[in-house]
């Protein structure tokens, strides 16, 4: 079965860096395009960035310039790179997948930017 796991998060001042990771397994990772998500209390859950099999990124505006995604297809592992953390991006971070018709979304790991 597909399973997302990811790890990272954590408490980090405004200004600091986090790195999440992603490790997936029960899917052939290097063929399938990844993202993450975010999600803050009382809202809906909001993509982040997403990364094809080919390399190809794309980010949400809001942290376009600050965010870097990338996959290392050995370790079948995904990461955001979060740099200038502010506090509007706490949240909990999700990573997930689309195969056919269904997205699977790991547990989510908690980022909390202090002021």
């Known amino acids: 079965q597909v399973q997302l796991v990811e790890s990272g998060g954590g408490l980090v001042q405004a200004g600091g860096s986090l790195r999440l990771s992603c490790a997936a397994s029960g899917i052939i990772f290097s063929i399938n395009t990844m993202h993450w998500y975010r999600q803050a209390p009382g809202k809906q859950r909001d993509l982040v960035a997403t990364?094809?099999?080919?390399?190809?990124?794309n980010y949400a505006d809001s942290v376009e310039g600050r965010f870097t995604i990338s996959r290392d297809n050995a370790k079948r592992t995904v990461y955001l790179q979060m740099n200038n953390l502010k506090p509007e991006d706490t949240a909990v971070y999700y990573c997930?997948?689309?195969?056919?018709?269904?997205?699977?979304w790991g547990q989510g790991t908690q980022v909390t930017v202090s002021s």
């Open positions: 990364i094809t099999s080919g390399g190809t990124t």
């Open positions: 997930s997948v689309r195969l056919i018709a269904t997205n699977y």
